[in-house]
């Protein structure tokens, strides 16, 4: 028992001499350098009795039926997570066939590097400031083309992120589009990709899927929702889809859920209405417009905006025309019941489709210092990045008041 104690009391003094001989930062270093020492150790010799095992053969052993020689060795340099591990000794034979299983072949970076790369830019890093992010930790230096390269990877997350199954839990759908340029042949190019946006019966939000389309036409939003129909969004749960007036969408949902109320955003037909009144009268008409969408029923609604029809009718006939024409699908979100004490706060989220505007907002944002992409892929990535941020971000921070509001 006492020796036991001495020598760990010994060992444990040596560490502190250690300590104390270097300082803090760079004991870590030395630490990170011994550890890389002994890891590339480990990595030769397992390659090393791979290569006996091929062969069937001990070194210097001489045999009649062996399969191959030995040829020495190649070296090479390999990036892990521990730091950057320099000459490598690969052995090799003569034929050319063995393989190691340490690394694939002309394998330069360990996946695990690989992934945190791609998780790096998948929680907001571009690509030029990877490098600078992960270097303190990795010891290694990428290139913008560099992480590109490796980001390509996520085209398979992709790929299942638009064929994944979808629950039938959404109760709030939000529809719209945003726009982006290529590069083309001779020039750049404007592509829409559509987005749609959900609120479940569980209060979690989640921008569910996005596509790519030439335009907002009414085949392109059908064949939208009817893919997410077909995926398990069957609207058995949907109260309501908000949109910004889209004609596409319009037919899109009278196709796919024509059992479920279909909301107009207030911000954008506000938008519209504003183009026909002179600047000095806007405010006092939005003030107007205010007590048509903040009444507490639809009857007190439809009251607001006669008042407000005959106080700007004569004046601005087509901006109360504006309101008007929609006014049915500007009032939907009025026939959904809603406890009083989470009324405000549910109201003022389904009514517009700012939710979804704010999401947009991050993809800009994050794709404003880009300006033209170079293919429909690397949109894909990107878009696909800052949803699964988002998404990730929304999953432990659910809106409890849309889960009772009933």
């Avoid at 300590?19 to 550890?35: E, L, S």
């Avoid at 006092?284 to 029923?297: E, G, P, Q, V, W």
């Avoid at 024409?325 to 009324?343: N, S, T, V």
């Avoid at 704010?358 to 878009?383: E, L, W, Y």
């Amino acid at each position: 028992m006492y020796q036991t104690l001495d020598t760990l009391n010994h060992r444990w003094g040596r560490v502190k001499d250690f300590i104390n001989y270097t300082q803090p930062k760079d004991f870590w270093v030395d630490v990170n350098t011994h550890v890389r020492g002994l890891v590339k150790t480990l990595f030769e010799r397992i390659m090393d009795e791979e290569l006996v095992e091929y062969m069937q053969t001990e070194t210097y052993q001489r045999t009649n039926d062996r399969l191959d020689y030995r040829n020495g060795y190649y070296y090479r340099n390999l990036d892990t997570t521990l730091g950057p591990i320099e000459r490598l000794a690969v052995p090799r034979s003569r034929q050319g066939l063995f393989k190691t299983t340490v690394f694939e072949r002309y394998q330069r970076r360990q996946q695990a590097v690989n992934d945190v790369i791609c998780q790096t830019f998948l929680h907001g890093i571009s690509t030029r400031d990877v490098s600078g992010v992960l270097k303190p930790f990795l010891g290694i230096n990428f290139s913008a083309s560099a992480v590109s390269r490796i980001t390509k990877s996520l085209n398979d997350q992709v790929k299942q992120y638009h064929q994944r199954k979808l629950l039938d839990e959404y109760q709030f759908l939000f529809l719209d589009g945003i726009y982006f340029s290529v590069k083309g042949a001779l020039k750049a190019k404007k592509i829409l990709i559509l987005v749609a946006y959900g609120i479940t019966m569980f209060g979690k939000k989640e921008l569910i899927d996005f596509r790519f389309a030439t335009a907002e036409s009414s085949s392109a939003c059908e064949g939208f929702l009817n893919d997410l129909y077909r995926r398990g969004l069957e609207g058995k749960n949907l109260k309501l889809v908000i949109t910004d007036g889209s004609k596409g969408f319009a037919s899109g949902i009278d196709l796919v859920f024509p059992h479920v109320l279909h909301q107009r955003c207030w911000v954008h037909k506000l938008r519209n209405a504003n183009k026909h009144i002179r600047k000095n009268d806007i405010k006092a008409f939005k003030a107007d417009a205010r007590k048509i969408y903040t009444a507490d029923s639809h009857r007190e609604a439809v009251r607001a905006f006669k008042t407000l029809r005959r106080r700007w009718g004569s004046i601005y006939p087509k901006a109360v025309h504006c309101l008007e024409q929609d006014l049915d699908h500007l009032l939907a979100f009025l026939q959904i019941p809603i406890k009083e004490q989470y009324r405000e706060f549910i109201r003022r989220q389904i009514r517009t489709t700012n939710s979804i505007e704010r999401a947009f907002r991050n993809v800009r944002q994050r794709t404003k210092i880009m300006g033209c992409f170079t293919n429909a892929d690397s949109i894909s990535r990107i878009i696909y990045a800052i949803f699964y941020r988002m998404n990730f971000k929304w999953q432990v921070k659910p809106l409890t008041q849309f889960t009772q509001f009933i």
